[in-house]
T-cell receptor, first 114, second 111 residues
Framework: DSGVTQTPKHLITATGQRVTLRCSPRSGDLSVYWYQQSLDQGLQFLIQYYNGEERAKGNILERFSAQQFPDLHSELNLSSLELGDSALYFCASSREARQLYGYTFGSGTRLTVV | TQLLEQSPQFLSIQEGENLTVYCNSS?????LQWYRQEPGEGPVLLVT?????EVKKLKRLTFQFGDARKDSSLHITAAQPGDTGLYLCAGPRPGNTPLVFGKGTRLSVIA
């Protein structure tokens, strides 16, 4: 158990639908990162939050949004889902915003859009 | 274009063999990290290298950061089936931005 909790572990939904992925960071970590992993693209950075505020944005589609709540858990909302959104979505956390000490990853949510 | 290129993409070896995997970039990185990912799990941090030319050892794993801080290698001695997994290198872009990852080397060690 890495200390980063992601739910649900698996999600199957239809095209056009909206889903919410949830992440609880490791205790004491203020920074949360969302990544998308697919076989052809590898791990792609989506968005980072630090202590409740958006800190950095990567290749995140306009159909996707995220937020970090006062208790530091984070949610990634994916809407108007397309087949190509099928992927593994990982949340990671770190104690601060600096990258030097690495990230702790959750076990991921496998999203299948049918 | 991938900022971090990893090679080989796939590697299948017998238990007891040695191997080296590579992580290369045309850009300079302030640090590089190596992660291992097993099926159904998230990546797990193995090591961070910071200084050009640095060598770090973790049991049978040896990590090296290139002198110019543009490349890194991971050498495994006497590979074991438990070493099987996806090995990822990652580093921050300039300005302390979140980590960018290579696509990884998928290693399979056969008993």
């Amino acid at each position: 158990d890495s200390g980063v909790t992601q739910t649900p572990k698996h999600l199957i939904t239809a095209t056009g639908q909206r889903v919410t992925l949830r992440c609880s960071p490791r205790s004491g970590d203020l920074s949360v990162y969302w990544y998308q992993q697919s076989l052809d693209q590898g791990l792609q950075f989506l968005i980072q939050y630090y202590n409740g505020e958006e800190r950095a944005k990567g290749n995140i589609l306009e159909r996707f949004s995220a937020q970090q709540f006062p208790d530091l858990h984070s949610e990634l909302n994916l809407s108007s889902l397309e087949l190509g959104d099928s992927a593994l979505y990982f949340c990671a956390s770190s104690r601060e915003a600096r990258q030097l000490y690495g990230y702790t990853f959750g076990s991921g949510t496998r999203l299948t859009v049918v | 274009t991938q900022l971090l290129e990893q090679s080989p993409q796939f590697l299948s070896i017998q238990e007891g063999e040695n191997l080296t995997v590579y992580c290369n970039s045309s850009s300079v990185f302030s640090s590089l990290q190596w992660y291992r990912q097993e099926p159904g799990e998230g990546p797990v941090l193995l090591v961070t290298v910071v200084t050009g030319g640095e060598v770090k050892k973790l049991k049978r794993l040896t990590f090296q950061f290139g002198d110019a801080r543009k490349d890194s290698s991971l050498h495994i001695t006497a590979a074991q089936p438990g070493d099987t997994g996806l090995y990822l290198c990652a580093g921050p872009r300039p300005g302390n931005t979140p980590l960018v990852f290579g696509k990884g080397t998928r290693l399979s060690v056969i008993a």
